[in-house]
């Protein structure tokens, strides 16, 4: 059937915000229903599953011939095809979820032909909604955003997550501080990437990288920050790779660039979370 962009998106919005509802219902409960998936670290509750099925349910029952990439229900498939595609992370920051730390967000964008359309991150919580539609600007709650352009490290804020358990991760997250500490003004991480990158987009970060995350945590980050005048590329240098788990975002090509001659690199083996 044919492509209807605006429709997608309004229906979008209007989902977004019954998923933020659900999100803000939930997340003062103490008693959150949390299974482990891939490691002790790595959570999903009820309220991920409720606002995946909300997702998936209507926009599917609108537009039967569309596709999924969904992080509960992910195949494993490393695979976009041309087909109008959702990449929905139902919450991403789930740790801050379980923990009642108010920077959670549901994160969705739609591809089509392999190119990002529609990129939407809402964090409920602090009624944070970033919006971006492709060709016409990235917005926070409707006004438009913009990267702040620095270029130094020397005055830049640079976003990283310090978790992770495996010793080879931290090694490197590690590694990277004791680099980076000295050179910048100051060091962030929210736990939730489409946040990190939502931060770089309006300007409150100049840059952000990781290692080991899912083509749903950077989707519609993706649109957001270059609609917003950043880059997005491998945080190695060169194309990003959309299912190399590796990300970097900044506010100019010059930050990029001066970050990626600094950092050292991890390359995930395997799919679980580090
Ligand atoms: C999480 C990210 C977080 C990252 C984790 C994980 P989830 O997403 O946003 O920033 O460090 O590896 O992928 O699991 O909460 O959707």
């Not at 002790?40 to 997702?55: G, I, P, R, S, Y």
């Not at 926070?140 to 495996?166: C, F, Q, T, W, Y």
């Amino acid at each position: 059937s044919e492509i209807n962009l605006d429709l997608y998106y309004d229906v979008l919005l209007n989902l977004v915000m019954q998923a933020g509802k659900m999100i803000n219902e939930n997340i003062s409960s103490r008693n959150k229903e949390i299974e482990c998936k891939s490691s002790t670290t790595d959570f999903v509750t009820k309220t991920d599953k409720a606002v995946e099925k909300l997702l998936i349910d209507n926009i599917s029952k609108q537009f039967p011939d569309h596709k999924f990439i969904a992080e509960e229900s992910y195949s494993g498939e490393k695979i976009l095809t041309d087909d109008p595609t959702w990449i929905i992370d139902p919450i991403d920051g789930t740790m801050n979820f379980v923990h009642s730390f108010p920077h959670s967000c549901v994160s969705i964008a739609l591809f089509v032909n392999k190119i990002p359309e529609i990129g939407v991150i809402y964090n409920p919580t602090l009624e944070q909604l970033f919006t971006a539609r492709r060709g016409r600007g990235a917005f926070l709650n409707g006004r438009p955003i913009r990267v702040s352009g620095k270029k130094e490290l020397s005055e830049a804020l640079i976003m990283m997550e310090v978790g992770g358990r495996d010793p080879e991760k931290r090694r490197v997250v590690d590694e990277n501080q004791k680099i980076l500490m000295p050179q910048i003004h100051g060091l962030r991480s929210l736990g939730s990437a489409a946040l990190n990158m939502a931060m770089v987009a309006c300007g409150a970060a100049e840059a952000y990288f990781d290692f080991a995350l899912q083509i749903w945590d950077i989707a519609a980050g993706e649109l957001i920050i270059t609609e917003a005048g950043g880059v997005i590329m491998d945080p190695a240098g060169g194309e990003l790779q959309r299912f190399s788990r590796r990300v970097l975002v900044a506010s100019s090509k010059e930050m990029a660039e001066n970050l990626i001659r600094n950092i050292v690199h991890f390359y995930p083996t395997s799919s679980t979370t580090y």
